[in-house]
């Protein structure tokens, strides 16, 4: 019987060493200052206990130098300490432009995975080892927390917006995921595996999973079958922004201000489109807010970014 005690996790993605170095690092740095103050504190207490023979007659004054010395020190440490994670955190939350997508959801109490084929997993998430990855995270009721130690990546699930987080998993295996927000009597149980495997491995798992109707597919089809092509159509006699190509452009508001189309923006002009109207168009577009669950929300902005797609011919809104 083994009674080892594992410190931690193994480093299982590009970020997970990096995470360690800092946190050793500061451990490390922490660590000394606490020996050096706890010794001092202690060492003069001894010194200078009652009735010991100490010269006690030493100045009491003040050293203006020594004052100004400690306290730039402490804050260039500080600044130092800051730049580096504040580096960490930038890299964490830029994922690079070809990562695999894969859009999660997290409800009451599971976690629900879509890769971008359709492919569905619950409490499971296979990706391929050595290629990034970046999921997509939204919440179905309350707050959860996309927590794998291995990876030392944690990323809210929060209703109403959509989060993200990104990692290249770099060691095939099996890893803990977890709920690491406290969401109800079963958080304790809401979580699963993400299974890192060899990229061909995973094409194979990909493949045996079936084609199931794809992301931006099944947002077509809502696209269809809640209305919204009856106006933003390109035969609609309503007058509706054209969709395609909408996504990661500039919209000129009817406030005059300008918004760059991201998902946030396209989640709240369906959720809530008399917050931001495009310039040049009547707020008469409804509110879809309760009429589609969140993973019906994930269809649609994969299918409206679709359409923005470098290849021609995917759209189905432009002439
Ligand atoms: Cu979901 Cu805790």
Redesign the pocket.
Same mark, same amino acid.
């Given at each position: 019987m083994s009674f080892a005690i594992h410190f931690a996790p193994p480093e299982a993605s590009s970020v997970a060493g990096r995470v360690d170095v800092l946190f050793y690092g500061v451990l490390a740095f922490s660590t000394a200052l606490t020996l050096l103050l706890t010794g001092l504190v202690v060492y003069y207490a001894v010194k200078y206990r009652a009735g010991t023979s100490a010269d006690r007659t030493g100045a009491r004054g003040r050293s203006l130098p020594l004052e100004i010395g400690w306290t730039g020190a402490s804050l260039v440490v500080a600044f130092i300490i800051f730049a580096w994670g504040a580096e960490l955190y930038v890299y964490r939350d830029q994922p690079p432009a070809d990562a695999l997508e894969i859009a999660g959801l997290?409800k009451q109490?599971m976690w629900t995975f879509r890769h971008a084929g359709g492919q569905r997993e619950i409490n499971e998430l296979h990706v391929p080892a050595g290629k990034a990855v970046v999921v997509s995270l939204a919440s179905q009721d309350v707050i959860?927390s996309f927590y794998v130690p291995a990876f030392r990546l944690k990323q809210d699930a929060v209703p109403g917006r959509t989060t993200h987080l990104w990692f290249i998993a770099d060691k095939p295996g099996r890893y803990h995921l977890f =709920?690491a927000?406290? =969401?109800g009597t079963q958080?304790s149980e809401?979580g699963g595996w993400v299974t890192v495997m060899p990229p061909e491995q995973f094409a194979q798992w990909l493949a045996a999973q079936g084609q199931d109707e794809s992301l931006a597919e099944g947002g077509a089809r809502l696209f269809r079958a809640l209305g919204c092509s009856g106006c933003h159509g390109p035969s609609s006699k309503v007058r509706a922004p054209d969709l395609a190509g909408v996504y990661g452009k500039p919209v000129a508001l009817s406030d005059r201000q300008t918004v760059v189309a991201d998902e946030a923006y396209l989640r709240d002009s369906i959720l809530q489109p008399a917050k931001q109207i495009a310039a040049g168009y009547d707020p008469i577009m409804p509110s879809f807010d309760g009429l589609i669950d969140e993973s019906e929300l994930q269809m649609l902005v994969a299918y409206l970014k679709s359409l923005s797609a470098s290849s021609p011919g995917r759209s189905e809104t432009s002439q």
């Amino acid at each position: 019987m083994s009674f080892a005690i594992h410190f931690a996790p193994p480093e299982a993605s590009s970020v997970a060493g990096r995470v360690d170095v800092l946190f050793y690092g500061v451990l490390a740095f922490s660590t000394a200052l606490t020996l050096l103050l706890t010794g001092l504190v202690v060492y003069y207490a001894v010194k200078y206990r009652a009735g010991t023979s100490a010269d006690r007659t030493g100045a009491r004054g003040r050293s203006l130098p020594l004052e100004i010395g400690w306290t730039g020190a402490s804050l260039v440490v500080a600044f130092i300490i800051f730049a580096w994670g504040a580096e960490l955190y930038v890299y964490r939350d830029q994922p690079p432009a070809d990562a695999l997508e894969i859009a999660g959801l997290g409800k009451q109490w599971m976690w629900t995975f879509r890769h971008a084929g359709g492919q569905r997993e619950i409490n499971e998430l296979h990706v391929p080892a050595g290629k990034a990855v970046v999921v997509s995270l939204a919440s179905q009721d309350v707050i959860h927390s996309f927590y794998v130690p291995a990876f030392r990546l944690k990323q809210d699930a929060v209703p109403g917006r959509t989060t993200h987080l990104w990692f290249i998993a770099d060691k095939p295996g099996r890893y803990h995921l977890f =709920c690491a927000e406290y =969401c109800g009597t079963q958080h304790s149980e809401m979580g699963g595996w993400v299974t890192v495997m060899p990229p061909e491995q995973f094409a194979q798992w990909l493949a045996a999973q079936g084609q199931d109707e794809s992301l931006a597919e099944g947002g077509a089809r809502l696209f269809r079958a809640l209305g919204c092509s009856g106006c933003h159509g390109p035969s609609s006699k309503v007058r509706a922004p054209d969709l395609a190509g909408v996504y990661g452009k500039p919209v000129a508001l009817s406030d005059r201000q300008t918004v760059v189309a991201d998902e946030a923006y396209l989640r709240d002009s369906i959720l809530q489109p008399a917050k931001q109207i495009a310039a040049g168009y009547d707020p008469i577009m409804p509110s879809f807010d309760g009429l589609i669950d969140e993973s019906e929300l994930q269809m649609l902005v994969a299918y409206l970014k679709s359409l923005s797609a470098s290849s021609p011919g995917r759209s189905e809104t432009s002439q």
